[in-house]
């Protein structure tokens, strides 16, 4: 009726006289639009999720390596997850310090401006003003982040994120 295409499982039956002639028919038909998204996204997923799992076994030794597959590993999340922009940074084991992997989704610009900033502010997991979702972090808890609300409205927020994603990996 509005010209969007809609996907429908039809199933039918004939209806017969009593002499077994067929006079008619019923046809029943489910629109199914939604169910079939569902199932392409959760396809998509899984095939995000296994093109992950295949470029980690793929790391190559060294930073250049690691660079390589950071950067897939962020386009395969954003892609998986119908976001914006993806950022991986790693933290070292011993000093918590965070260190930038790879970004994907911003302008060039402003990607730049996000390896700048950066490689500028040495920032460790040990001097976060928020340890208590620090410690959800080390117990392996994703966090979703709402960047409009106490206590980060008031935090600059130059690529103007409204809701972010923290998923530890291991």
Known sequence: GNGQERQFTISGSPMRAPHGAIIGGVL??????GR???????????????????????VREGADGLSVVGN???????????????????IDAESEI?????????????????WEEHRQQEQSLRDSP????VERLRAGEVLVI?????PFNDVPNPYHIKIMLVAPMC
């Not at 897939?72 to 993806?86: G, M, P």
């Open 36 to 58: 079939r998204h569902l199932e392409r996204r959760t396809h998509e997923a899984l095939n995000g999720l296994l093109a992950m799992a295949e470029s980690l076994v793929q």
């Open 98 to 114: 965070i260190r930038p992997l790879a970004v994907v989704g911003l302008s060039a610009e402003q990607e730049h401006e996000w």
């Open 72 to 90: 897939h590993l962020a386009e395969l999340t954003r892609h998986v997850l119908d976001c914006s922009r993806v950022g991986i940074q790693t």
């Open 146 to 150: 709402d960047m409009m609300q106490p």
């Open 130 to 133: 928020t340890p208590e979702l």
């Open 28 to 33: 029943i038909a489910h629109e199914v639009t």
